[in-house]
């Protein structure tokens, strides 16, 4: 039997509902021995709960925001190993990557990703620096997080312009300078993840295994938002900044496959609802930083998403 991606919590919460139904229901006369026996033994009630239980854990409400799509990767886009990545962002942000290679080691050595079944997805590791001791290096007399996380926005993407090892793509942002968390935040189900990794990672460096949007291509914000499995999340442009800094040849062209980050939330007005993520996307010769309608499906666009280590 394989193990379950959930907690004993949530498996002690779904007894609790069970028992209690069944006693609600069997707390009648019309219901003795022979009516639970007729239940018991009825393979259509196990497979009438499985599929109560996926439609409602797993609602299909968006299950026309998706398209099928030819597009993929540059054929010059190769996953740089571990240990270079962590060499470059040891160099770039003068981070200590001591506790991040003996990670590496841990979970190469192990062969996680061909191992563990809740990876299927993931198809590399990433080297991405820790959100949380990022915005306290650079930002420390900003005390909201809400603020530094626009601050670290606006950070790396004026570092991808400066360091986009050779690529001829210059990146702008449709937002520079106006990133204020009154329209523009983490989606709340990703800063959790975050801070669940920042408590298995604590370190400068985080390792994420991850997917740079193939896996999900073709498919809207609420799409993917609506067919996480058990340990994904939607990867924010911070973390994908970082991933484009390490693989710059990921984008370089409008015939390739764009990019999402369901990670972000951007309100739709002053006063609107956050019905918006953000996206990178190329166009001639550069890559603009913009805002994505959280119901657009787009042959052109992939949302890319991370995995939690179980």
Not at 142 to 164: H, P, R, T, W
Not at 180 to 190: G, I, V
Not at 217 to 230: C, I, N, P, Q
């Amino acid at each position: 039997m394989s193990k379950l991606l959930v907690t004993s919590e949530q498996i002690e919460q779904a007894d609790d509902i069970f028992q209690t139904a069944l006693h609600e229901v069997f707390d009648n006369k019309r219901f003795g021995r022979r009516a639970m026996d007729r239940l018991l033994h009825n393979p259509a009630f196990v497979r009438r709960l499985k599929v109560l239980m996926r439609d409602v854990a797993l609602p299909d409400n968006h299950k026309s925001e998706q398209l099928l799509t030819y597009l993929g990767y540059p054929l010059e886009y190769k996953v740089m190993p571990i240990c270079e990545q962590i060499d470059f962002f040891e160099n770039l942000f003068a981070l200590d990557g001591m506790h991040a290679r003996l990670f590496a080691a841990d979970v190469v050595k192990k062969e996680v990703l061909r191992n563990n079944r809740s990876l299927k997805k993931a198809k590399a590791w990433f080297v991405i620096p820790n959100l949380f001791r990022f915005v306290e290096n650079f930002f420390p007399n900003e005390k909201d997080f809400a603020k530094q996380y626009c601050l670290a926005v606006e950070k790396m993407i004026g570092i991808l312009s400066k360091n986009n090892k050779g690529n001829k793509n210059v990146y702008r942002s449709y937002f520079m300078g106006n990133l204020l968390p009154s329209f523009f935040q983490l989606d709340p189900f990703t800063l959790d993840a975050l801070q669940s990794i920042h408590q298995k990672q604590p370190w400068d460096i985080w390792i994420i295994p991850a997917q740079f949007g193939r896996e999900h291509k073709g498919e809207s914000v609420h799409r993917v938002r609506e067919t996480y499995l058990a340990n994904e999340f939607g990867m924010p442009s911070f973390c994908i900044a970082n991933m484009l800094l390490t693989h710059p040849e990921r984008l370089t062209g409008w015939d390739q496959l764009q990019i999402t980050c369901p990670g972000d939330m951007l309100r739709d007005g002053s006063a609107g609802s956050f019905l918006k993520s953000t996206g990178f996307s190329c166009r001639i010769d550069e890559i603009n930083f913009l805002p994505i309608a959280n119901s657009r499906k787009d042959q052109r666009s992939g949302p890319v998403t991370g995995f939690l280590l179980r």
